[in-house]
Structure formats: structure tokens, C-alpha cells
């Protein structure tokens, strides 16, 4: 995977996962206005972006690929972030190495598996070639919040994304149910979704909150499935809370 990593070396990790048909720069307006100092590591995911030209195959795949990065940037502990995709993949972090996961951001993750998932990824393999076409590209961007300034960002990622990498991750969004170890809390939690998101995503982040004891769930008015890039201000103040709280040992 692509990472760029920014901060001083000594800040605090702070690992930014990406949500599908994005890639990192999605992230770039809640970094500019954090107020903590941190080691910002932040990866274009498989299929995605600058790692385009590798499919994504499984969130199994990809968590092990994160393991990896966390094991060498960040041993002691990152306090992770993930928005859609990257907050499902958050979840399994945390689920699985809590070692490597002093704090976890869950905002707008699925978490209710589908019962006809198989048909809607079908359908959705079928349009794929829509994603390159700019006029709907541009329609899908105001969905997520992108702005004008990253417009150019978002245009060039959709062009890339191959129908591979679109119907594996969407499959994988779609089928995704918290694991065991989510319901173990070795480490804090935050779960967030707009109030203006689907009843789904609201009733997800519900679910999430209800399996992790001791996890926070935060229900944000005015917010649609995109608070990264439609609220950063926002989506900073509750990274610095948590950058903020002592790292645990």
C-alpha cells in the first residue's frame, strides 16, 4: 500500500483509513486543522488511489497489510481513525490486535450484513463503468461532500478504480458484522454516524456501540455519510480529544 506519513516523528501515531472509491487525501482538511501534534500515517488502500494497481481482494487481506504498517510505524500503540470502509476495517483492527490500537474512531460504518447483498453487488458490477465517467463521478463526489479543491483528487481516483476492487470492497461493506473480539474493550471506542445518514448506518453504529462495553456513540445532527470532508472541523476536535487522553502504558 501507498502510505504518506506527516508530523513530527515523536507525535503521537495517528493511522487514517479511507473510505471506498476515495483514497488518502480524503483526510487532508481534518489534518490541517487538528491541534495535537501527531505521526499522521495514512495509507491509499488496495485498489484505491496511489495503490490502485492492486485490487482489493478482503478486508482479511487488508487488515493483515495493516498489521503490518502499524507493526513498523507504530509498535507501542496508533490511535485509528476509519471512515465507511476504513471504519469497518478500524473495527477489525482493534477486534484483533488491540496491541497495535490504543484508540479507535469508528465513524459511519455498515454494520448490519445485508440479506441481498449479492444481487446489489451485482448490480453494482454491472454499472462499474459509470465510475469513469466524469458527469457521474461528479454526482457521487457531492454525495460524499468532496470539495471543489479536492474535486481534481476524487475525478482521478474514480478513473482508476477498477471493477475488480468496486464489487470486492462493496461486497465486503455490505456482508460486515462486528467479530468476537469487538466485544472484548481493551481499548477505547468511539462510534460515529450522521444524523442525516440512512436508518442503517444510524442503527449500525448503534449495534457497534451496544456490542463494545464502555464504547461512546456519538449520533452528530446535520451530518450525512462523508463527515471527514462535509464537517473536518468537527471530525478534528474529536481526533484531538482522544490524541489528548494519555496513551495507555
Known amino acids: 500500500m501507498h502510505l504518506e506519513t506527516s508530523g513530527p516523528s515523536d507525535g503521537r501515531p495517528l493511522l487514517l483509513l479511507h473510505g471506498g472509491g476515495v483514497s488518502g487525501w480524503m483526510w487532508q482538511p481534518t489534518l490541517e486543522r487538528l491541534r495535537a501534534p501527531v505521526r499522521a500515517l495514512v495509507p491509499d488502500l488496495p485498489g484505491h488511489g496511489r495503490s490502485a494497481s492492486d485490487d482489493y481482494r478482503s478486508h482479511r487481506e487488508t487488515v493483515d497489510a495493516l498489521v503490518l504498517l502499524l507493526e513498523q510505524h507504530a509498535p507501542s500503540g496508533a490511535v485509528v481513525a476509519g471512515f465507511s470502509l476504513g471504519a469497518q476495517l478500524a473495527v477489525l483492527l482493534a477486534s484483533e490486535r488491540p496491541d497495535l490500537v490504543a484508540d479507535v474512531v469508528v465513524v459511519s460504518a455498515q454494520a448490519k450484513p445485508l440479506a441481498l447483498a449479492g444481487p446489489t453487488v451485482a448490480m453494482l458490477g454491472a454499472a462499474a463503468p459509470l465510475a469513469r465517467w466524469p458527469r457521474f463521478a461528479r454526482l457521487q463526489a457531492k454525495e460524499l461532500f468532496v470539495p471543489e479543491s479536492l474535486l481534481p483528487a476524487y475525478l482521478e481516483d ?67 455519510h462523508g463527515l471527514p470532508l462535509q464537517r473536518p472541523a468537527l471530525m478534528a476536535v474529536m481526533l484531538d480529544e482522544r490524541l489528548r487522553a494519555p496513551a495507555a502504558g
Open 158 to 224: 474514480s478513473s482508476r478504480i477498477s471493477r475488480a476492487t468496486l464489487v470486492t470492497s462493496v461486497g465486503e461493506n455490505l456482508r460486515f458484522a462486528p467479530p468476537a473480539g469487538w466485544a472484548v474493550p481493551r481499548s477505547p471506542a468511539l462510534v460515529v454516524a450522521g444524523a442525516r445518514e440512512r436508518a442503517l448506518m444510524r442503527d449500525s453504529a448503534r449495534i457497534l456501540q451496544a456490542a463494545r462495553p464502555g464504547s461512546e456513540l456519538r449520533i452528530l445532527e446535520g451530518v450525512g
